[in-house]
């Protein structure tokens, strides 16, 4: 399998699902209440494992996306840049990522956490596509910009997700914690990816994950997929 930049994804994907790991832990020291209480039974809510599910192929798009972007800006027909300029991209990527936290925090006072979420990865999925099928600076600009719209993705995601839990509130945010785990295994399948069809298309698969989590803000998080969008709950931003 060719050196490409997942090897390094999938280092931090590791990493960050440590991190979910410790986070997890504490969970364990739960009520009797709590305790009685199985993941099983939080999992029976269909928004809630589609949440998991969201949260999982966010991280994993994200993650992917920063793994490849050297190997991507490089490209003679992207940047024909080299390692050290191109690594200078990937910095505005993650940058771009806490720039964008400041100002979905301002937006989501008063837009819809549904309609803000769907928005958002419908933007990333069509900068993706844009990335995928031009070249030059046009496409550079694109993909680096994915970085925007990531940062309003998980605290939408997880709110909705443990919207209406109860008391399975502690299971649900346990399961959506571990599903960071996806940091991990999406790099390493867009290698695979990258192996056969070359960096730039293997992008599709991020693409994907995109698209899931556009369905998830405007059709899955909905409470047993009956319930108004005007219901949804306001997310606090919570660091990943």
Not at 128 to 145: K, N, Q, R
């Amino acid at each position: 399998m060719a050196h490409y930049g997942y090897r390094t994804g999938i280092f931090l994907g590791l990493a960050i699902a440590g991190i979910g790991a410790l986070m997890f832990y504490p969970a364990a020291a739960e009520s009797e209440e709590a305790d009685s209480l199985t993941f099983g039974a939080a999992l029976r809510h269909r928004h809630m494992r589609l949440g998991v599910l969201a949260i999982f192929l966010y991280v994993g798009a994200e993650v992917a996306i920063g793994s490849f972007l050297i190997n991507y800006i490089s490209l003679p027909h992207i940047g024909n840049m080299t390692v050290a300029t191109a690594a200078v991209y990937v910095s505005l990527y993650w940058g771009g990522a806490m720039l964008g936290r400041f100002a979905g925090a301002a937006l989501l006072t008063k837009a819809n956490p549904r309609t803000v979420l769907g928005g958002c990865a419908v933007a990333a999925s069509l900068l993706l596509l844009a990335g995928m099928f031009s070249h030059g600076y046009v496409a550079v600009l694109a993909v680096v910009a994915i970085g925007l719209f990531n940062s309003v993705m998980f605290p939408n995601i997880f709110t909705l997700g443990i919207g209406g839990m109860g008391v399975l509130t502690g299971k649900a945010s346990s399961l959506q914690i571990m599903a960071i785990v996806g940091g991990a295994i999406v790099p390493l399948l867009q290698g695979v990816l990258a192996d056969r069809i070359g960096v730039q298309l293997s992008f599709v698969l991020p693409l994907l994950c995109y698209a899931f989590v556009a369905y998830y803000g405007y059709r899955g998080s909905r409470l047993d997929g009956v319930e108004s969008a005007a219901g949804a709950a306001r997310p606090q931003f919570i660091p990943h």
